[in-house]
C-alpha cells in the first residue's frame, strides 16, 4: 500500500504565494519521479512540475518561472512553491508519485488539494 497525501492548498490574492506539499509513505521501494497535475473546471488535468529521482526537473510552460520545486528525498516529499499566483492557476492541484516495481511503473495519486486564486 502506498499513501500520497497533499497539503497547503487555499485561497490566494493574485500576485501571492502558496506551498504545496506532497508525502508518500508506505511499500514504496524506488520512486521513480512525483508530479505535480492540476485539473480546472471544465479542462483536461494537465503536468505543472515533475521531478525525477536523479533531480532532472520539468515545468509546464504556464508556470515556468513562477513557480518552483523542491523535496526531501528523506522524508519522500516534494514541495511546490508557487509565487505570482494568477487567477487561471485556479484548480484542484494532484500530486502523483511514479513508482518502480520490477519492470514497471505504478502510477499513485494523492486526493487533491483545492487552489483558488481570487480577490
Known amino acids: 500500500q502506498v499513501q500520497i497525501v497533499e497539503s497547503g492548498g487555499g485561497l490566494v490574492q493574485p500576485g501571492g504565494s502558496l506551498k504545496l506539499s506532497c508525502a508518500a509513505s508506505?511499500?514504496?521501494?524506488?520512486?521513480?519521479?512525483m508530479n505535480w497535475y492540476r485539473q480546472a473546471p471544465g479542462k483536461q488535468r494537465e503536468l505543472v512540475a515533475g521531478?525525477?529521482?536523479?533531480?532532472?526537473?520539468n515545468y509546464g510552460d504556464s508556470v515556468r518561472g513562477r513557480f518552483a520545486l523542491s523535496r526531501d528525498t528523506n522524508k519522500n516529499t516534494v514541495y511546490l512553491q508557487m509565487n505570482s499566483l494568477r487567477p487561471e492557476d485556479t484548480a484542484v492541484y494532484y500530486c502523483?508519485?511514479?513508482?518502480?516495481?520490477?519492470?514497471?511503473?505504478?502510477?499513485?495519486w494523492g486526493q487533491g488539494t483545492q487552489v483558488t486564486v481570487s480577490s
Open positions: 508506505g511499500s514504496i521501494f524506488s520512486i521513480y519521479a
Open positions: 521531478i525525477t529521482s536523479g533531480g532532472n526537473t
Open positions: 502523483n508519485v511514479e513508482i518502480a516495481v520490477l519492470t514497471k511503473i505504478m502510477h499513485y
